[in-house]
């Protein structure tokens, strides 16, 4: 069996409270992989711990058998984070700001200068390419960002929201982009409050309520879970986390013996 994409073990964070409460879960290679949760579950917590932003209290976190926690530099070299709100250089170009970031990378500036360009291309910036981002959309600078946390070719992409905000173009831009990441055999883990959108796209759903994993499986076994033989996501997410109270430990998952 090979080795997972992402393995989180028994992982903890508290601040004034616990945000995350011995949260355990896995994600297969090559997978498009939906997180979803009410505001305050514990999503983004858990997804900036993968990511190397926050420290957890207590717990174990691979990315393709790499130890996040003690190898974070070769965890990090393989992961992509994209939060919620663009976080771009207002003074660069986007060209600029793509180079920048490959040179964080230490990629060679002849591959760097090809991959930006088709990033921007790609995206749909390229008529935008040499103009400071200072005046840009939400939606572009949402591509911009994106554009730079692929330009190292990351295995494993983790995006919290990424479609927030975003026009019905510059999204369908986005999700065409995660789409064809996914089809070269990258891993995607993405939140999203948009259900529609994670029910188009994710082989498979978790769901954290109260900082851990309550449910997970394809929309079909969730479904399955929910006794909700052709409900949408809407309807099974709410079902399920409807169930959920603070006092409940054991997590459910859905297609487990």
């Given at each position: 069996?090979?080795?997972?994409?992402?393995?989180?073990?028994d992982?903890?964070?508290?601040f004034?409270?616990?945000?995350?409460?011995g949260?355990?879960m896995a994600?297969r290679?090559?997978?498009?992989?939906?997180l979803?949760?009410?505001?305050?579950a514990?999503?983004?917590?858990s997804?900036?711990?993968?990511?190397?932003l926050?420290?957890?209290?207590?717990?174990?976190?691979?990315?393709?058998?790499?130890?996040?926690?003690?190898?974070p530099v070769?965890a990090?070299?393989i992961?992509a984070?994209?939060?919620?709100?663009?976080?771009?250089?207002?003074?660069?170009?986007?060209?600029?700001?793509?180079?920048?970031v490959?040179?964080?990378?230490a990629?060679d500036?002849?591959?760097?200068?090809?991959?930006?360009?088709?990033?921007?291309?790609?995206?749909?910036?390229?008529?935008?390419?040499?103009?400071?981002?200072?005046?840009f959309?939400?939606?572009?600078?949402?591509k911009?960002?994106?554009?730079?946390?692929?330009?190292?070719?990351?295995?494993?992409?983790?995006?919290?929201?990424?479609?927030?905000?975003l026009?019905a173009?510059?999204?369908?831009q986005?999700?065409?982009?995660l789409?064809?990441?996914?089809?070269?055999?990258?891993?995607?883990?993405?939140?999203?409050h948009?259900?529609?959108?994670?029910?188009?796209?994710?082989?498979?759903i978790?769901?954290?309520?109260?900082?851990?994993?309550v449910?997970e499986?394809?929309?079909?076994?969730?479904?399955?879970?929910?006794?909700?033989?052709?409900?949408?996501?809407?309807?099974v997410?709410?079902?399920?986390?409807?169930?959920?109270?603070?006092?409940?430990?054991?997590?459910?998952k859905?297609?487990?013996?």
């Open positions: 069996m090979g080795t997972n994409a992402l393995e989180i073990t992982l903890h964070k508290r004034d409270r616990p945000a995350v409460c949260l355990t994600v290679p090559g997978e498009f992989y939906a979803l949760g009410p505001n305050g514990g999503k983004t917590t997804l900036k711990m993968v990511a190397g926050l420290r957890p209290d207590s717990g174990a976190i691979s990315v393709f058998g790499h130890d996040a926690l003690r190898d070769s990090k070299r992961t984070w994209v939060p919620d709100e663009p976080m771009i250089y207002d003074r660069l170009t986007p060209l600029e700001y793509l180079e920048f490959a040179g964080l990378w990629i500036a002849r591959l760097a200068h090809e991959e930006a360009h088709r990033l921007l291309d790609w995206l749909k910036l390229a008529p935008h390419a040499h103009e400071r981002c200072e005046g959309s939400r939606g572009m600078r949402q911009v960002a994106l554009a730079g946390a692929l330009i190292h070719q990351p295995r494993l992409i983790i995006l919290d929201e990424p479609l927030t905000g026009d173009a510059s999204a369908r986005v999700k065409e982009v789409k064809e990441r996914v089809a070269t055999g990258a891993t995607v883990i993405m939140t999203t948009i259900l529609e959108v994670a029910e188009r796209m994710a082989e498979r978790g769901v954290i309520a109260h900082g851990r994993l449910a499986g394809t929309l079909g076994e969730l479904r399955t879970r929910a006794g909700k033989g052709q409900g949408t996501l809407e309807e997410f709410l079902d399920i986390v409807s169930e959920e109270t603070p006092q409940e430990t054991a997590a459910s859905v297609g487990a013996a």
